[in-house]
């Protein structure tokens, strides 16, 4: 009956993350910005799920806390997303080579999939997981 459309995120510039997202396979399908330039929306598209994105001029940057792992998860808000990769060692592989860190831990944690982090141009968190599970 339902199915997941969109998540939405806010950054402070447009540009540079639909740049990050892109690299990742998201096309941008949908763009809107108020007459005075206040707000700019751009949907980005991968699969059937949606990347909403918002770009206000007037910006609260990221609070520090939430640019952490350990200090994020336990405050309630909407913590990060995960994009699901076949081979975890080729992307994470990959992804060094590109930009994203200097280098990238795999974790296997209590849900028993593989994981890493990588953090948008705005310090947001962004899970790259291996998940072979059959659920």
């Known amino acids: 009956m339902f199915q997941v459309h ?11 993350t639909e740049q990050f997202y892109w690299f990742f396979g998201f096309k941008k399908v949908f763009y809107w910005n108020l007459d005075d330039n206040s707000l700019e ?6 699969g059937n799920f949606i990347l909403e994105v918002f770009c206000f001029r007037k910006y609260k940057k990221l609070p520090e806390n939430s640019k952490n792992l350990e200090t994020d998860l336990p405050e309630i808000w909407v913590k990060h997303f995960g994009l699901k990769v ?40 962004l899970e790259i997981v291996e998940d072979n599970r059959d659920l």
């Open 6 to 16: 969109h998540i939405a995120i806010s950054v402070s510039n447009l540009e540079k």
């Open 41 to 46: 929306i751009s949907h980005l598209k991968l």
């Open 86 to 125: 076949n081979d975890i060692e080729q992307i994470r592989d990959l992804l060094l080579k590109k930009w994203f860190a200097d280098s990238l831990e795999i974790a296997k944690w209590r849900t028993g999939i593989k994981y890493f982090f990588i953090k948008d141009p705005d310090g947001m968190l």
